[in-house]
Nanobody, 119 residues
Framework: QVQLIESGGGSVQAGGSLRLSCAAS????????MAWFRQSPGKERELVAV????????HYADAVKGRFSISRDSAKSAVYLQMNSLKPEDTAVYYC????????????WGQGTQVTVSS
């Protein structure tokens, strides 16, 4: 069982920055592809960023390219999402998710953390 715990959400003005953290179970972390998703009321869940097990390969949604950065720290079994130049449309609940490398299903999810960007 993989347990994911997000933190770092909060309220910030447009143009500001936040850093989200996701702590994963140490034993399984290096086998997992990690991702951040987000969902706002009335909208479908959206993939924000993905990082492979090595930390070398990443993917970002077009809406956040150049502003967000995903990274992972094997020593801490953690994944991060650095969010810069935040916009009101970034407001959402952000979820940390994990899947076994080589599979397609994200079977493990955190509880979510709220990010609110005011204009």
């Amino acid at each position: 069982q993989v347990q994911l715990i997000e933190s770092g959400g909060g309220s910030v003005q447009a143009g500001g920055s936040l850093r989200l953290s996701c702590a994963a179970s140490r034993r399984t972390f290096n086998l997992l592809t990690m991702a951040w998703f987000r969902q706002s009321p009335g909208k479908e869940r959206e993939l924000v960023a993905v990082v492979a097990t090595s930390g070398r390969n990443t993917h970002y949604a077009d809406a956040v390219k150049g502003r967000f950065s995903i990274s992972r720290d094997s020593a801490k079994s953690a994944v991060y999402l650095q969010m810069n130049s935040l916009k009101p449309e970034d407001t959402a609940v952000y979820y940390c998710a994990a899947r076994l490398s080589g599979t397609s299903d994200y079977n493990h999810w955190g509880q979510g953390t709220q990010v609110t960007v005011s204009s």
